[in-house]
C-alpha cells in the first residue's frame, strides 16, 4: 500500500484518540455539577443569622424566606449557634456589632426592623456604643480585656478580607436573641482552632476555591460530640472526608463551659480550603 | 477546579507522570495507526488474492492470464504473477527451446517473491507486539514513580491521613491504567493480525502453485 495512507491513518488515529479523551473527561464533570446544585437545603441556618445582623457582607445572605427557617429553629429544642469560619481579624468587631445589635432587637424592637437594610444612623451607632458598653460591664470575665485586645488590633487593620468569608457570628438561642458571651465564643473559637490544626488535606486543594462544606457537631455537657452532621457538601468526597476525619480526631472536647446553660451545643462551622493551617 | 474527572487528575499529576502518560499516548496513536493501517491492507490483499485464485482457476492458459492480467492494479498477487511471468519470458530469450530446469527456476523466484510480499506485510507489526510488552511497564514505573511520590509528601507533611495519600496514589495507578489502555488493543490486534497473515502467505503460496500448472499447461 502506498505511504500517504500512513499519513491518512495517522491522523484518523489522532483523532479518535482526541474523541476518547474527551468523552472521558466531560461525563465526570457532569455529576459534580449536580451535587453543587442539590445542596441549596442548607441555606437556611445561616439566613437566621443573616436576619438578626443588618449591615453585614454576607455570601449567603439571599436567604429564602424568614419563615422557614423559624421553622427549623423552633424543631430544634438545643441552644443553635453558628459560626461560619471567618478570618480571625475581622471576626471579632463584627461579633461585637451582632451582638448589639441583637440586643437592641429585644429591647428595640420597631425601630431594628425598619432599619433591616444595612444602613445604620447615627443615632443607631452611638446607641450600639452604649449597648456594647453594657455588654462589657455584664460579662465581666478575665477575657474580656483579651478579646477586646484582639478586637481593637482587628479593627486597625485593613479589611483586606474578601468581602463573603468575613462574617462571623454566635447568635440566637432558641428563645430567640440571647447574644453569647464570650467564654461560649471563645469556647467555639478554640474549637475552631482545633479543628483547623487536625485538618490535613493534600497541598492541591488547598488553591480550590470553590469547595464549601457546613458541618453542625452536637456536643454533649460533658464535651463528647455525639452528632456530627452535613448542612452542606462540597461535592468532593476526599474533601467531607477529610473534614469528618478531622472532626472525630479531636472528640472529646472540653466539657461545654456553664455559660450555655443548655444540656447540648450544636455548632456549625463552614469549611473552606483556605482555612486550613 | 476538583472534578475528579481523569483529566483534571492528570493535570495535577508530576511531570514524571505527565511524561509517562505522553510517552504511552504517542505509542497508543501509532499503535491504533498501524492497526488501521493493516487492517486495511490485509482486506484489500485477501480481497485481490481471492479475485486472483477464481481468475487462474477460470482462465485455461497463462497466456489468457496474462491478458486478463495486465494493467491490473498494484497488490502482492499481481506482483507475484508478473515477477513469474518477467522470468518466464526472460529464460524463453535466452533459450529459445524449453529446458527443462527453468520450472526450478520460476519456483525460486516464486518463493523469493512470496517472502518479499511477506515482509511487506509483517512490516511495522512488531511495533504493536513492542507496544504490547513495554506500555505497561512504562505505566508501571509511572504509578511507582507517583508512589514514591506520596510516600514522600507523607513524610513532609507528617500526616499519615489517608486524604493526603490518596490523591496521589490515584493519580499515580492512572499511568498503569493508560499503560494497560495502550497495551491491550495492540495484544489484541497483534495476534489477530499474525493469524490474518498466515492466511494470506499460504494464499500466495497457492497462488504460485497454480501460476506454475497454469505455465505447464
Not at chain 1, 460530640?225 to 452535613?230: S, W
Not at chain 2, 505509542?27 to 490485509?42: G, V
Not at chain 2, 486472483?52 to 506482483?79: C, H, L, P, Q, W
Request: aromatic share 8%; with cysteine.
Amino acid at each position: 500500500m502506498r505511504e500517504e495512507s500512513w499519513y491518512k491513518m495517522l491522523v484518523f488515529s489522532t483523532i479518535l484518540h482526541l474523541v476518547v479523551i474527551t468523552a472521558v473527561s466531560i461525563p465526570i464533570k457532569k455529576p459534580t455539577k449536580k451535587i453543587e446544585l442539590s445542596s441549596t437545603y442548607s441555606v437556611n441556618l445561616i439566613g437566621e443569622l443573616a436576619g438578626s445582623i443588618s449591615g453585614q457582607p454576607q455570601g449567603l445572605s439571599t436567604l429564602t424566606g424568614g419563615t422557614r427557617t423559624e421553622g427549623t429553629l423552633q424543631k430544634k429544642e438545643s441552644e443553635k449557634i453558628t459560626r461560619p469560619q471567618p478570618s480571625r481579624k475581622k471576626q471579632i468587631p463584627e461579633r461585637k456589632e451582632t451582638k448589639a445589635i441583637s440586643i437592641s432587637k429585644n429591647k428595640l424592637t420597631s425601630k431594628t426592623s425598619t432599619h433591616s437594610n444595612n444602613t445604620l444612623t447615627k443615632d443607631e451607632l452611638i446607641q450600639l456604643e452604649k449597648r456594647i458598653g453594657e455588654i462589657k460591664r455584664k460579662t465581666n470575665y478575665l477575657d474580656v480585656t483579651q478579646m477586646k485586645a484582639q478586637s481593637d488590633t482587628g479593627k486597625k487593620g485593613p479589611g483586606s478580607g474578601s468581602g463573603i468569608q468575613g462574617y462571623g457570628l454566635p447568635v440566637s438561642g432558641q428563645a430567640g436573641g440571647k447574644p453569647l458571651d464570650l467564654v461560649s465564643q471563645k469556647y467555639i473559637f478554640d474549637i475552631w482552632e482545633k479543628i483547623k490544626e487536625a485538618w490535613g488535606l493534600p497541598g492541591s486543594y488547598t488553591t480550590k476555591k470553590d469547595l464549601e462544606s457546613i458541618v453542625t457537631i452536637k456536643i454533649r455537657k460533658d464535651g463528647r460530640i455525639i452528632d456530627i452532621n452535613f448542612e452542606k457538601r462540597s461535592g468532593n468526597r476526599l474533601y467531607d472526608e477529610s473534614i469528618l476525619r478531622a472532626i472525630r480526631s479531636i472528640d472529646p472536647l472540653p466539657p461545654i463551659p456553664p455559660s450555655f446553660n443548655a444540656d447540648t451545643v450544636e455548632i456549625g462551622f463552614r469549611f473552606l480550603p483556605g482555612d486550613i493551617s | 477546579m476538583y472534578t475528579g474527572g481523569v483529566l483534571s487528575m492528570l493535570l495535577s499529576a508530576g511531570p514524571v507522570a505527565k511524561a509517562v502518560v505522553l510517552i504511552l499516548l504517542c505509542f497508543s496513536i501509532f499503535s491504533w495507526t498501524i492497526i488501521f493501517f493493516k487492517l486495511r491492507q490485509y482486506s484489500k490483499t485477501e480481497k485481490d488474492g481471492e479475485r486472483f485464485i477464481k481468475t487462474i482457476r477460470e482462465a485455461d492458459s497463462f497466456k489468457k492470464m496474462v491478458s486478463i492480467y495486465r494493467g491490473g492494479s498494484d497488490n502482492a498477487f499481481y506482483r507475484l504473477f508478473f515477477t513469474a511471468y518477467k522470468e518466464l519470458s526472460s529464460i524463453k530469450s535466452e533459450n529459445p527451446g524449453i529446458s527443462k530446469d527453468y520450472f526450478n527456476r520460476l519456483e525460486n523466484i516464486l518463493k523469493i517473491t512470496i517472502s518479499e510480499e511477506t515482509e511487506r506485510l509483517e512490516r511495522r507489526l512488531s511495533f504493536l507486539a513492542t507496544t504490547a510488552n513495554t506500555a505497561p511497564f512504562i505505566g508501571l514505573f509511572g504509578t511507582v514513580w507517583g508512589i514514591m511520590d506520596a510516600f514522600r509528601e507523607i513524610g513532609i507533611r507528617g500526616t499519615t491521613s489517608l486524604a493526603v495519600v490518596a490523591p496521589g496514589i490515584s493519580e499515580a495507578l492512572i499511568a498503569t491504567a493508560i499503560g494497560l489502555a495502550t497495551a491491550i488493543p495492540a495484544v489484541l490486534a497483534y495476534n489477530y493480525f499474525l493469524g490474518r497473515l498466515k492466511g494470506i502467505i499460504s494464499k500466495m503460496e497457492n497462488a504460485s502453485i497454480y501460476i506454475l500448472n497454469s505455465i505447464e499447461k
